[in-house]
């Protein structure tokens, strides 16, 4: 005992007194006393060596467990590696090394706060929004790299579509709620603006419910079709990347439905990373699961191998309901 | 553990019973009730302060909205057979002049004795004709042997035991030869300006009529005014077209005007060597019948209240029409015709309104306004007629010699819709137009309420302060909210909110006397910083977003608004440097002194060019100023809007590949335009009542132009000037209300149009 209590103090001391803000794997964002409460509790139950909380306590480097099949599945079109990130003196992502294969559906699951949404919202850059925000690691999509001075952000976010998790439709008709991506790219001709309209509708399983008032505000559509309608706006530039920060999660059961019916339409089509809470939709919809605790990649595998036969004990906690 | 040695919260040993546990304290129900009670008292409070303010406003100027109100006060005995009433200024001891020649005076509220003085025997002749003056009390006297003399009557009040009596006093003149053949004096009157004097008279000489006319002098001395000599006597009569049916003189003493039977009236002028006809118009010529029955001077003899025989009623009055260089007479107003000719007629001595009487009708007009404050067929055929010097009694005399004396409250003669409103042609004018002149330097001066110079200024200042703040507000506030670093915004509001502060008596004071002088002689420079400026914004944007990407991402937003700043910076300040030399190429004008040589100076070259005014405290002075005062305001609400714009908005906007001046135009714009839309209105609101800083920086010329370079002055400011002039509820009084109430409307009215557009926006724009 005595060990421990010197441990947690050098966990959260270190950073401080340091006063630096450089990458440290051992600098946590949780507060420390939820921190020693969960360890008491894991540890007195069983041996946890291989969990995260254990790791950090030791002050020992954590590891990601990354599963043969997420390798071979090349091309990948996203791939991140040693990617930390601070909120000004914090730090919320630890190393994070995570490839996503084409075409594919990657679900990121883990409890709050864990930086799952951190982790999707820099592969558009949308975290520059936040000021005080700095990155460190390698994240590219494609051959381009998305951190780094010399990274053109819109054309970036050009190529990376994102579903919010509540639906921001803008105070404007639905038609051109959709082509608000091509009217900023400068086009303008109504023929090619229509015919993306209905398109992107129709992936977006909308077309037939709303043809007929195209011209309507969006904000008279109801709270399912208005996530639809942000889906088929992210999708209207047929971008190479889908983001979907928890895009049901303000929805009632039948709008889940549809939305996550619509996911699997656009399996193959768009590669997706889809952040959420709720892991039912994670095995019905995705291909691969990556388990994120406390700011690292716990494991990343095959959605059926995560939620049937996870390899680490946090994965299986968490996937069987212990804790989350 | 720790634990235990704390108390539980949850005391479970002794529950108490469950009324005592849930019932409110009484202590708390009395506090709530107490606060709700004082919160609606105070709401109801403001609703009816405010509500008060306006009943109270509109309480003043509903006075100025009413007709004249007379009514019958007395009636009484007058001489019979009586020639001419005049009457005092309390109306208590009217004069008659009876055709005998003597004038009696009765006491209409003591028990005097009638008082008689025989003016013929005075004066050694018979009277055979008389003009009164009422504004001097001069009675004009024409003599059977063509001499005239002067009567002057002067009430004195004596005060014994507290109480008043007037007393009348008559001087009586040495008759005065008119020059020419002897025979009946048919018509005089008297003109005096106290320089110049000039009599006219109409005489029968042998059974032919004579129009003379002479010019008088009085010797001043140490000891009082002399004897009146005759400086020169002048026969019109060969120059009168027609016959001559009446003269009157004019109080300038400058000029007669000699009336015919055949409806013209010749208008003489003196020049050196007498007089010359300087025009010769007929009034009535478009009627049937052109004859004039009556002719009279209105107070002040610039104006003529003519009436025809058939009762057209018009008036004409004195100007110079546009292209010649004299006064000569034209038609100004036309008032509803009467039933006939004229039987009576007298003016106000103190305002522009005159009374004429035909048959049992009488009607009292007001030239100014054009307007009949007070119309009514009376019970009797009134032959005299007489308005008190105080305005509040008309006297009648009827047929039957019997007096009527009427009380007379019309204390808003110049106050009509017209007069604030509309166009009125104004004596001297050579046009109808929108003027506010409302006290002048002498006693029949014509007071000009046009609200409309006032209107006009106002909103020719809020435009010009909106101009100038509108762009900028509205830019720095989405700076602020979309594009600057918090670490520059935590800067820039608390800054803006200090501006705001600033008492606008110390923007006026820096507006008139340190802004003005500079901007007088760099108007160049102002020009060509306000072209420079904002084209160095587009420019260096233009570059900027040419740079490499690597080059704009390591700058920041720090370096951006760096450069920005300093380019803007270097604008300015070639702006102030190439304004002379501009000035020097392009704003000329010739020298007057030198031909050939052209002086550069904008204040010569653009009323050179354009015709309009150069002031040095002018619109664009009160522009940057007034400007100042607003922006603050507009900023702060605005920018309270634009970043409250819900950020997945502008999340969503940016994450589909839109830049931050796309995402700001297209989506927050739009969004926060109900919230902008009220910080405009808002910043208008106080343009229009703002009082200190347009009271300092223009000239307060109520003018009606939109030229930059001139003054104004706005309804507030008209408030603040004119209040020490405005007695206690009189006409100027309440028409500074009536702009007081304009303000009101007007602020009123952007506030609902802002209120209910704002609303229509929001619910247009309303995000879930």
Known sequence: MPSRELDRGAVTGAPHAAGTVAVRPDADPAPSSILAERASRFVSADDRSDSVIAAILANRPTATVVHAEVAEDVPHIVKIRGFSLHYGEKQALHDVSLDVPVGKVVALIGPSGCGKSTLIRCVNRLNDLIDSVRTSGVLTIGETSVLGPETDVIGLRKRVGMVFQKSNPFPKSIFENVVYGLRIAGEGRRSVLREVCERSLREAALWDEVKDRLDESALQLSGGQQQRLCIARAVATRPEVLLMDEPCSALDPVATAKVEELIGQLRGVYTVMIVTHNMQQAARVSDYTAFMYLGRLVEYGPTEAIFQNPRCRDTRDYVTGRFG | ?768
């Open chain 2, 1 to 768: 553990m720790s634990d235990s040695t704390e108390p539980s919260h949850l005391d479970r040993a002794t529950p108490a019973p469950a009324g005592a546990r849930v019932a409110t304290r009484r202590s708390v129900l009395l506090l709530d009730r107490a606060m709700s009670l004082i919160i609606r008292l105070g709401g109801i409070g403001i609703i009816v302060a405010v509500l008060g303010i306006f009943v109270f406003i509109l309480w003043q100027i509903l006075p100025l909205f009413r007709g004249a109100a007379v009514e019958l006060a007395s009636s009484g005995r007058a001489p019979p057979g009586a020639r001419l009433m005049l009457v005092d200024e309390w109306s208590e001891r009217p004069g008659f002049l009876g055709a005998d020649g003597t004038l009696t005076f009765i006491d209409l509220v003591g028990d005097a004795p009638a008082e008689s003085i025989d003016l013929a025997g005075r004066v050694g002749a018979q009277i055979t004709a008389a003009h009164l003056r009422p504004t001097t009390g001069t009675i004009a006297l024409g003599l059977e042997d063509g001499s005239f003399a002067l009567a002057d009557v002067n009430y004195r009040a004596e005060f014994d035991d507290g109480r008043r009596r007037v007393v009348p006093e008559v001087n009586v003149g040495a008759p005065i030869d008119l020059g020419g053949g002897r025979g009946r004096v048919l018509d005089v009157d008297y003109g005096d300006s106290g320089r110049d004097k000039v009599a006219a008279a109409i005489v029968e000489v042998e059974g032919k009529l004579e129009v003379r006319a002479v010019v008088l002098t009085q010797r001043r001395t140490l000891v009082g005014a002399g004897r009146i000599e005759v400086r020169g006597a002048f026969d019109a009569t060969p120059l009168v077209g027609g016959t001559p049916k009446a003269v009157l003189a004019s109080s300038k003493g400058d000029s007669f005007l000699v009336v015919t039977d055949e409806g013209e009236i010749d208008y003489f002028f003196a020049v050196d060597s007498g007089f010359e006809l300087r025009q010769r118009f007929s009034p009535f010529e478009d009627q049937p019948d052109p004859r004039i029955s009556m002719a009279e001077f209105i107070f002040g003899d610039v104006s003529l209240a003519l009436v025809g025989v058939d009762g057209t009623n018009r008036v004409f009055s004195l100007f110079v029409p546009e292209g010649q260089s004299v006064r000569t007479w034209g038609r100004t107003k036309q008032f509803p015709p009467l039933p006939g000719p004229v039987s009576a007629y007298t003016k106000s001595t103190r305002t522009k309104a005159f009374l004429v009487v035909a048959g049992s009708l009488a009607s009292l007009r007001f030239s100014t306004t054009e307007s009949i404050r007070w119309q009514e067929e009376l019970p009797f055929a009134p032959r005299l007629v007489a308005i008190s010097g105080k305005n509040d009694r008309i006297l009648f005399v009827d047929e039957s010699s019997r007096l009527h004396v009427y009380a007379l409250s019309d204390p808003h003669p110049e106050a009509s819709w017209r007069a604030f409103f509309g166009r009125i042609w104004y004596e001297g004018a050579d046009r109808p137009g929108f003027e506010w002149q409302s006290t002048g330097g002498t006693d029949d001066f014509e007071p000009k309420l046009s609200m409309v110079p006032l209107l006009i200024g106002t909103l020719k200042g809020t435009f010009y302060a909106l101009l100038f703040a509108v762009p900028i507000a509205v830019s720095a506030a989405m700076y602020a909210s979309q594009f600057a670093h918090w670490k520059v915004r935590a800067f820039v509001k608390p800054l803006m909110e200090v501006m705001a502060s600033l008492p606008s008596v110390v923007l006026g004071f820096l507006a008139a006397l340190w802004l003005a002088p500079i901007i007088e002689t760099r108007v160049p420079s102002v020009l060509l910083m306000l072209l420079l400026i904002p084209s160095a914004g587009v420019v260096l944007g233009l570059l900027w977003s040419a740079a490499p990407v690597a080059v704009r991402n390591r700058a920041g937003l720090f370096g951006e608004l760096t450069v920005l700043l300093c380019g803007l910076l270097v604008a300015g300040a070639l702006g102030w440097i190439g304004g002379p030399l501009l000035e020097r190429l392009v704003f000329t004008v010739p020298d007057p002194a030198e031909p050939g040589r052209r002086i550069a100076d904008f204040r010569l070259w653009w009323p050179a060019f354009t015709g309009a005014d150069f002031q040095q405290r002018n619109s664009l002075v009160v522009g940057f100023m007034m400007g100042f005062a607003v922006i603050p305001i507009i900023f702060t609400i605005a920018e309270d809007a634009l970043s409250n714009v819900p950020q997945s908005l502008r999340s969503g906007s940016l994450a589909l590949g839109a830049s931050r001046w796309q995402t700001a135009v297209r989506i927050v714009l739009p969004t926060a335009s109900a919230g902008i839309f009220s910080a405009l209105m808002i910043g208008l609101g106080r343009a229009v009542g703002e009082t200190m800083i347009v009271l300092m920086a223009t000239g307060n010329t109520p003018i009606m132009d939109f030229n930059i370079f001139s003054g104004m002055r706005t309804l507030s400011a008209n408030i603040a000037v004119e209040l020490p002039e405005a007695p206690h509820h009189g006409t100027l009084y309440r028409a500074l209300f009536l702009g007081a109430m304009l303000l009101f409307l007007m602020t009123f009215a952007v506030n609902t149009v802002a209120e209910v557009l704002r609303q229509h926006l929001r619910e247009r724009f309303r995000t879930i």
